[in-house]
């Protein structure tokens, strides 16, 4: 059965295969760009798109309210939005952890506490979000602390989600992919084995699965899509 879905990021990497995939399979769209890229889905049908700066608290819930009026319920939340940053412990300042806490948890949190609300007065609904390696092994996230760092709360944020949602048939999936093979991380490490990397495709058809009736029975879920990374 098709489903109303949001999906942050829409125009970036990863987002324009997720978009594609769950476009092709009959849903229902609705997605945010930031201020580039905003024609990536003219031709879709079922995708409706609006340039949102996910930042702002304010903006994030007028997205919420307006695409709920178009489309009186929504199924799931698919956040993409992120950023990344080297440098270790001694190289980061508040900056820079500001920066990585905007774009890798805010973006997704300002969107999350108004679906909640949504999901819980209409029988459940599915968040899914896009961890970190780094996050999860110390050894990795050493050399990128605020990047790491920030990617850790949203691993946390699955969690209480999943701990208050359990009631209400509401469930948080944090997809966690190794290097994923784009055109910018190619030319970021020209040298890099690229066969050992993973593709935005998989991950849209494993977000795809997530989605599904039988991804829909997953409770507590973290997908560690690797390759051989």
Known sequence: MAKNIIISGASGGLGRDVVKKLSDLGNHLYVTFGSKNTDTFSGFENVTGQVVDLTNNDESVNFIDTTLEKAKTIQAGIFLVGAYAPGGLDKTDDALLAKMFNLNFF??????????????????????????????EADQGKGNFAYALSKSLVFKMAEFINAEGKADNITATVIVPSTIDTPTNREAMPDADFTKWISASDIAESIAFILTDSGQKLRETVFKIYNNS
């Open 107 to 136: 973006t997704a949190f300002h969107l999350v506490k108004p679906l909640m609300e949504h999901f819980k007065a209409n029988g459940g609904g599915q968040f899914i979000f896009v961890g970190a390696r780094p996050a999860l």
